[in-house]
């Protein structure tokens, strides 16, 4: 199975910016890539989304503006750029892998392939 190696998790002040890496490593990657976040007591969120065969970046509504998702084929790694920080945008944050129709791709049970997570923690 393809292993998810997430980085780029740390302590940010808010307002400031962070970017999460992804690398899908050691075998056939899944059509889809997302990112989902959880924060604790918290149902895990879906935060973005993007395919390798489009480019086109699927984002949560209340993120758009501030996160943006991209792909880099070549290197097999997905990003998720993250801007203007929240104290709320503190959670761990899970790379995942998988192949959902368009209308199930927001749905964490979409995926089945997760990365370890990376805290990303929003704090003055």
């Known amino acids: 199975q393809v292993q998810l190696i997430e980085s780029g998790g740390g302590l940010v002040q808010p307002g400031g910016s962070l970017r999460l890496s992804c690398t899908a490593s050691?075998?056939?990657?899944?059509?889809?890539m997302a990112w989902f976040r959880q924060a604790p007591g918290e149902e895990r969120q879906f935060v973005a989304a993007?395919?390798?065969?489009?480019?086109?970046?699927y984002l949560s509504e209340s993120l758009r503006g501030r996160f943006t998702v991209s792909r880099d084929i070549a290197k097999s790694t997905v990003y998720l750029q993250m801007n203007s920080l929240k104290p709320e945008d503190t959670a761990i944050y899970y790379c995942?892998?998988?192949?959902?129709?368009?209308?199930?791709?927001?749905?964490?049970?979409?995926?089945?392939?997760w990365g370890q997570g990376t805290q990303v923690t929003v704090s003055s």
């Open positions: 993007v395919r390798w065969t489009n480019s086109n970046p």
């Open positions: 050691g075998g056939s990657r899944s059509p889809t």
């Open positions: 995942a892998s998988g192949s959902p129709i368009l209308s199930s791709l927001r749905r964490a049970s979409a995926y089945n392939n």
